[in-house]
């Protein structure tokens, strides 16, 4: 289920990226073949990619793929592994959740005040909040991954114990 979601995260983040460079494309050749520019588009290039960046840190956490300094850990004992890949989580965790809450209050003030972007008009709560729900994805997914090891740890010693 959430394999299916993350695909679908992951195919709309490609669209987004797909939408600002093509947005990237008319806009120079409108500026140098018909003296025309986009207003605004380079806003939304940026608030684009910045969905990507937040939402996509979803995807990264779920597949496990985010830049790490491994080569130790991969030669450490099977137990430190297990210690230190919970360790990652919890505090991959601890930040998400401290980073969803200050970013929710962010947004929560964009909206109150009712802010908005310079050229494109758009309410700044907006590209704010793709910063929140990519903490929120990340947290979800980081307690999901946490639960599943911590039952596969479970699993293991009980059937070590049995036998």
């Known amino acids: ?54 939402i996509g840190l979803f995807v990264v956490s779920w597949r496990q793929r985010h830049l790490r300094m491994d080569v130790l850990v991969r030669n450490a004992p099977p137990w430190l592994q297990v210690m230190l890949e919970v360790a990652e989580r919890v505090l991959t965790l601890a930040v998400a ?22 050229n494109v008009g758009l309410p700044m709560w907006i590209p704010h909040a793709a910063i929140t729900i990519g903490f929120v994805l990340t947290a979800v997914v ?17 059937k070590a114990g049995e036998v």
């Open 1 to 54: 289920m959430v394999d299916k979601l993350v695909n679908r995260v992951e195919t709309l983040l490609a669209l987004i990226l797909i939408g600002a460079v093509l947005l990237n494309c008319v806009n120079i050749a409108g500026r140098y073949f018909f003296n025309y520019s986009i207003t605004g588009a380079d806003e939304l290039q940026i608030f684009g990619m910045i969905a990507i960046s937040f």
């Open 97 to 118: 959740l401290l980073l969803l809450f200050v970013s929710f209050e962010y947004v929560a003030r964009m909206f109150q005040l009712g802010i908005t972007s310079e």
């Open 142 to 158: 980081t307690v999901v991954q946490i639960v599943a090891r911590c039952r596969a740890v479970f699993a293991a010693g009980k």
